[in-house]
């Protein structure tokens, strides 16, 4: 049975950062849902009602479309391994670019990947626990390099340059806020 919480306790904060995999899940208005899985070392819980994360440049930006437009995004973590868990946090996010205020204060907290798009920082208004019973047992080998390997070999300006020709504007033709 789901219960609801209005922040993230010390144990659900030990939860998340022990986990490998975590969903990000947002939409616009009109458009398409959009979910993502993320990895690597990208999230830290600042605070009972604050998570922030590392989003790293990929094929598209649809995350920051939707909370540019909208604010709203939902945060999941399935356990895998252990006692079955799984954990939403629910709340209104921003998105912060390199060189826009409070950036480089957010990021000496998280790893400098490279290659790095925006921090979002998800104010959340509410938690919420389910059972996760039918939630597969699966064993974390280890973290996929190519992502951090391919923007490291192409370098800041050629990663800059795929950010404003392929993230730029999502697949429903919203603004992603990405600077010029």
Known sequence: MATFF????KELTD???RQ???FVATAPADGRVNLSPKGMDSLRVLDQNRIIWLNLTGS???TAAHVLENGRMSLMWCAMEGKPLILRAYGTATAIHPGEAGYEEL???LPDWPGARQIFDLRVDQVQTSCGYAV????FREDRTRLV???EKKGPEAIRAYQQ???RVSIDGLDTGLPT
Do not use: R, V, Y
């Open 20 to 22: 490998h995999i975590f």
């Open 149 to 151: 390997d391919g923007a």
């Open 136 to 139: 597969p047992f699966m064993d």
């Open 165 to 167: 020709l392929k993230n």
């Open 6 to 9: 209005p922040k993230i306790s």
């Open 60 to 62: 598209g930006n649809e």
């Open 107 to 109: 990021a000496t907290q």
């Open 15 to 17: 939860f998340i950062h």
